[in-house]
């Protein structure tokens, strides 16, 4: 595999609090990636960096299948086959499912004389969402407002999909119903996948290597089988006995 992005140097502050540390990494073409860490890691900052929503201090370098991304706007990087979902659901209020997914699919990277709306249709059948493409956003289920993000993303035609925490808010059987349709489009679509979560049992068995955060700086990287064991991480979850020497033992 061939690395289809390249991070280096990558800082973050905001005001006194240094959000992102150095951080640096590459993402293969190709795979799927994890990035773990618990609340207040920096992982939803790593993600608004990377998709240009918020710009990296100076010095960092950020390279996306040969193209550097610092100084981009969202859109720009979308462009240029990034597509993200976000910890908080948000759907186009006010309109269908179906237009919710047209709206994705009117980027730059669409081929001339794409039918969007039968793409649209595509995706939702994907998704598992098919029969509720004229139903408002408004009144669908939590679940089924995380499978329409995705949808929405997938219409974009990305290279690179981001997924910011596709678990949070959701039950087991959601959970393991999600982690088969991330595994569907990961192959479906050719697409290297970069997930961040923070809750475990799902996500190890999702991806197939792990960058661990804590408070903004890789502390641990490697397969998801020798993050577990890894002490940074032990500690970062569960944390030090009053002696601090040792992690001390969840409740």
Known sequence: ??????????NKHFGGLHAVKNVSFSVERGEILGILGPNGA?????????????APDPGARMVFDGQDLLGR??????GLGISRTFQLCRPFIGMSVLENVI????????????DLDARAQA???KVGLAGKERVPVEVLSYGDQRRLEIARALAARPALLLLDEPFAGLGSGEIADLSALIRQV???????????EHKLREFMRLVGRVIALDFGEVIAQGSPEAIV????????????????TEPAHAA
């Open 229 to 244: 064991q890894h002490p940074a991480v032990i500690e970062a979850y569960i944390g030090r006995d009053p002696a601090g």
């Open 103 to 114: 709206v994705g699919g009117l980027g730059s990277r669409r081929s001339k004389g794409d």
């Open 1 to 10: 595999m061939t690395a289809l992005l390249e991070v280096r140097n990558l």
């Open 42 to 54: 920096g992982k939803t900052t790593l993600y608004n960096l990377l998709t240009g929503f918020i």
């Open 186 to 196: 990961h192959a479906g679509e050719g697409l290297t996948v970069v997930l961040i």
């Open 123 to 125: 995706l939702l059948g």
């Open 73 to 78: 706007p969202p859109h720009r990087i979308a």
